[in-house]
């Protein structure tokens, strides 16, 4: 088991930043891939970046790629997404998911993870 609390999340204008955290509590933090999803008003929850179990071996949606980093620092139960560059486009609800068993072809897939936060607000204003 293992709960998730996302923060960071707020109001920026188009183009500024914003980093996001996610600190998981429960056992054995480095034994789960990680990831962000984001869901926006009427739309489906969308894969946006996952990591691996060390931290090594990223990946992201394209609509993200090169505006957005995921990383993890195992010492401190945490995943963090700075997002840079951002648009209002990336306006949603950001999620964090945790899962020990995720398929690599599936990453990207939200059924893929049984561990979610209870999301943060990402605005961005144009």
């Known amino acids: 088991q293992v709960q998730l609390v996302e923060s960071g999340g707020g109001l920026v204008q188009a183009r500024e930043s914003l980093r996001l955290s996610c600190v998981a509590s429960?056992?054995?933090?480095?034994?789960?891939?990680m990831a962000w999803f984001r869901q926006a008003p009427g739309k489906e929850r969308e894969f946006v970046a996952t990591?691996?179990?060390?931290?090594?071996?990223?990946n992201y949606a394209d609509s993200v790629k090169g505006r957005f980093t995921i990383s993890r620092d195992n010492a401190k139960n945490t995943v963090y997404l700075q997002m840079n560059s951002l648009k209002p486009e990336d306006t949603a609800v950001y999620y964090c998911?945790?899962?020990?068993?995720?398929?690599?072809?599936?990453?990207?897939?939200?059924?893929?993870?049984?561990?979610w936060g209870q999301g943060t607000q990402v605005t961005v204003s144009s």
């Open positions: 998911a945790a899962d020990d068993t995720v398929s690599l072809l599936k990453r990207h897939e939200p059924t893929e993870y049984d561990y």
């Open positions: 429960g056992r054995s933090f480095s034994s789960y891939v």
């Open positions: 990591i691996n179990r060390s931290g090594a071996g990223t």
